[in-house]
C-alpha cells in the first residue's frame, strides 16, 4: 500500500467515525426538536419522515395551556437556584478552610465530606422522607432545597478546594502583612480572584439539582409542587393509553435549549471540573 | 501559636454549615435506615413496631423478587459499564485525532451528559415506542426484531432498550474523562515506537493502553457506583415491569408504596443498608484507587 493511499483510507475512516460519535451525540435531541413540530398525524407514520412536512408550534402552546408546565419550570428555577447559591457559599466557606487554612483533621473532614457523594441516595430516601414529613416539608421548596444542597456540596467542595489551592499564596500573605483579617482577605480578594472556578462550579451544581429525580419525585408530591423532571416524567393524556408524545417532545425541548447552550458556552470549563472531580488524585 | 489556634476556630467556624447539612441530610438518616432495619413497622400510625433483629435481612434473600431484582441490577451494571468503558475509550480515540471542527465535536458530546436523564428516558421511550418510534423502525428494518414487536413491553428486549439510553447518555461523557488521559501520553513514546517499528496495533496495546490504565480503572468504578443504584431510567421507561426491575426501583416501592399499607418500612430499609453496603464495597476500591493526598 502506498503512502497515498494509506492516507486517505486513514481520512476516509476518521470522517465515519467522526460523523457517527455526532449523530450518537446529536440524533436523540434532533429527533425529539422534529417530532414537538409535527402534528399529530405525521407522529406516528409508519415511516417516519427526518424532517416535518408541516411543522406546527401547537404542542408548544399546548404544553403551558393543557398543564401547569410553567409552574413547573418556576419550581425548578427556584430550588436549583437558591441550591446553587447555598452550596456555592458553604462549599466556598469548607473549602477554603481546608485549602489554606491551619486545622487539624482537615483529611478526615474532607473524607467526611467526599464520602457523602457516594452515599446511593435510595439508602437514605425512606428516612430522610420521614424526617421532612415530621418538619412538615414534604411538598415544600426547602424540603427540596436542604437535601440537594447535601448532596451537591461534596462535588463543590472538592472542585473548589482544588481551586483555591492552585491561587497565588503570595497576595493572601500580603494582605495579611497589611493587617487585612481572614474574612476580609476571603471576601475581597480570594472570591473575586476565583470568580471563573465560581461561576463553573456553580453551573455543575445548578444542572445536578435541576437534574435530580428520585428526592423530587418523593418529597414533591402535588403536582403543583413537580420540578421539570418529574412533571416530565408524569406527564399524562386525557386518558391513560394516550401519550401525548408531541407535547412531551416540546416540553423536553423547552428546558433542554437552555441547558444545552449553558453547557456549550461553558464546555472548557465544565469539562476541567467534572474531570478533577471523577479522576483527580 | 495564638495566631494559629485562632485560625483554627476560624477554620472549624467556616467548615461547620457544610459539615451540618450532610449530617442532618446525609449521616443520620442512614443510622437511622440501619437502625429501622431491625425492626418490623409501616409507616402508618396504626402500625405496630416490632424487634426482628436480622429477621428482615432473612426473609430478604429469601424474596424472589429481590434476587431478581439483584440479578438485573448486576447484569444492567456489568452490560452497560463494558460497554461504555470500550465505546469511550474508542471515541476518545477518535476524538484525540487531528481534524477540523474537532473543537465543535467535543462540545457536542456534553449534550448526552447535560439533558437530564428523566427527560432523555422520555426522548428514547418514543423512539422505542411500537408506534411510529424511529428506532423501532430502524430495528425492524434491520431485522434484528420482528415487526409489531413492543420493544419496551417484552422482557427479552426491555432492558437492553434501558442499557441502550444509559450507553447513550455516559458513554460521550466516559469518553471526555478517557481524552484527558490520552492527552497526558507524551508523543514522543509513539514516535519512538513508530521508529522501532510498532504498528497501530502494538502501539494501542503496549503505549495507549497501559498508559491509560489508572484513568480507565478510576471512571470504570465511578461508573459501577453510579449504575449499582440506577432509578431514573429504569423507572421512567419500564417502572421495573418485564423483568427490568432493579434493586433500586424495587427498594422504592418497598418504601414509599408498600409502606403506607403495610409493614414494609423496616424490610425497606434492610434493603437500602444492603444497596449501601454493595456500593460501600466499590466505593473503598474507588478511594483506594484514587490514593487521595490531602497534604
Not at chain 1, 424532517?51 to 413547573?72: A, G, I
Not at chain 1, 491551619?102 to 435510595?122: C, E, T
Request: with cysteine.
Amino acid at each position: 500500500m502506498s503512502t497515498k493511499t494509506k492516507k486517505f483510507i486513514y481520512n476516509f475512516v476518521l470522517v465515519i467515525s467522526v460523523i457517527f460519535v455526532l449523530v450518537w451525540c446529536i440524533f436523540p435531541f434532533y429527533w425529539a426538536v422534529v417530532s414537538s413540530l409535527k402534528p399529530n398525524i405525521e407522529l406516528f407514520d409508519s415511516n417516519p419522515s427526518l424532517l416535518p412536512k408541516n411543522p406546527t408550534f401547537s404542542n408548544y402552546v399546548k404544553v403551558f395551556q393543557e398543564r401547569p408546565f410553567h409552574v413547573n419550570i418556576i419550581n425548578s428555577i427556584i430550588v436549583s437556584g437558591i441550591t446553587t447559591l447555598t452550596t456555592l457559599i458553604f462549599g466556598s466557606f469548607a473549602g477554603y478552610a481546608i485549602a489554606r487554612l491551619h486545622m487539624r483533621g482537615k483529611a478526615i473532614v474532607m473524607a467526611l465530606i467526599l464520602s457523602v457523594s457516594m452515599f446511593p441516595q435510595i439508602s437514605i430516601l425512606g428516612s430522610l422522607f420521614v424526617i421532612l414529613r415530621k418538619l412538615g416539608f414534604i411538598n415544600t421548596y426547602q424540603g427540596l432545597i436542604i437535601p440537594y444542597v447535601a448532596i451537591t456540596l461534596p462535588l463543590t467542595t472538592w472542585i473548589l478546594q482544588n481551586f483555591f489551592r492552585d491561587l497565588p499564596k503570595e497576595i493572601e500573605e500580603a494582605a495579611a502583612i497589611d493587617g487585612c483579617s481572614r474574612l476580609r482577605t476571603l471576601f475581597q480578594i480570594v472570591f473575586p480572584m476565583s470568580a471563573p472556578g465560581l461561576v463553573a462550579t456553580g453551573l455543575l451544581t445548578f444542572i445536578s439539582a435541576w437534574n435530580e429525580f428520585l428526592f423530587a419525585f418523593t418529597f414533591m408530591q402535588k403536582p403543583d409542587y413537580y420540578t421539570v423532571p418529574v412533571a416530565i416524567a408524569m406527564f399524562a393524556g386525557r386518558s391513560q393509553y394516550e401519550q401525548p408524545w408531541g407535547q412531551l417532545m416540546a416540553a423536553a425541548v423547552i428546558v433542554t435549549v437552555p441547558l444545552v447552550a449553558l453547557v456549550l458556552i461553558f464546555q472548557n470549563r465544565i469539562i476541567a471540573g467534572l474531570s478533577s472531580g471523577a479522576v483527580k488524585g | 501559636m495564638k495566631v494559629k489556634t485562632k485560625e483554627t476556630v476560624v477554620a472549624w467556624w467556616m467548615v461547620f454549615p457544610a459539615i451540618l447539612v450532610i449530617s442532618i441530610i446525609a449521616f443520620f438518616p442512614l443510622f437511622k435506615t440501619f437502625y429501622d432495619s431491625f425492626y418490623e413497622f409501616g409507616l402508618r400510625p396504626d402500625i405496630e413496631r416490632k424487634f426482628v433483629g436480622f429477621g428482615n435481612y432473612v426473609s430478604l434473600f429469601k424474596d424472589s423478587r429481590f434476587i431478581a431484582a439483584l440479578k438485573n441490577t448486576i447484569f444492567f451494571t456489568v452490560v452497560s459499564v463494558a460497554l461504555e468503558t470500550a465505546f469511550g475509550l474508542l471515541i476518545a480515540i477518535i476524538v484525540n485525532q487531528p481534524f477540523k471542527l474537532r473543537g465543535m465535536v467535543r462540545a457536542a458530546m456534553l449534550i448526552p451528559w447535560a439533558i437530564p436523564t428523566a427527560i432523555s428516558s422520555q426522548m428514547w421511550k418514543w423512539m422505542f415506542n411500537d408506534q411510529g418510534g424511529i428506532m423501532t423502525r430502524f430495528l425492524e428494518n434491520l431485522g434484528i426484531i420482528e415487526h409489531g414487536v413492543p420493544i419496551l413491553g417484552m422482557p427479552q428486549t426491555a432492558m437492553w432498550a434501558i442499557i441502550a439510553v444509559d450507553v447513550w447518555k455516559t458513554t460521550p461523557f466516559m469518553a471526555l474523562l478517557i481524552l484527558a488521559g490520552l492527552q497526558l501520553i507524551p508523543e514522543e513514546l509513539y514516535e519512538a515506537a513508530r521508529i522501532d517499528g510498532a504498528n497501530l496495533w502494538q502501539r494501542f496495546t503496549k503505549i495507549t493502553l497501559p498508559m491509560l490504565r489508572s484513568t480507565i480503572a478510576v471512571a470504570l468504578i465511578f461508573r459501577t457506583l453510579d449504575a449499582l443504584r440506577v432509578f431514573d431510567v429504569v423507572f421512567i421507561m419500564t417502572r421495573g415491569s418485564v423483568n427490568t426491575e432493579t434493586l433500586a426501583v424495587y427498594n422504592r416501592v418497598l418504601l414509599m408504596d408498600r409502606a403506607f399499607t403495610g409493614s414494609w418500612f423496616g424490610y425497606g430499609s434492610a434493603l437500602s443498608v444492603v444497596i449501601f453496603l454493595l456500593i460501600s464495597i466499590f466505593a473503598i476500591i474507588y478511594i483506594k484507587s484514587l490514593k487521595l493526598k490531602l497534604d
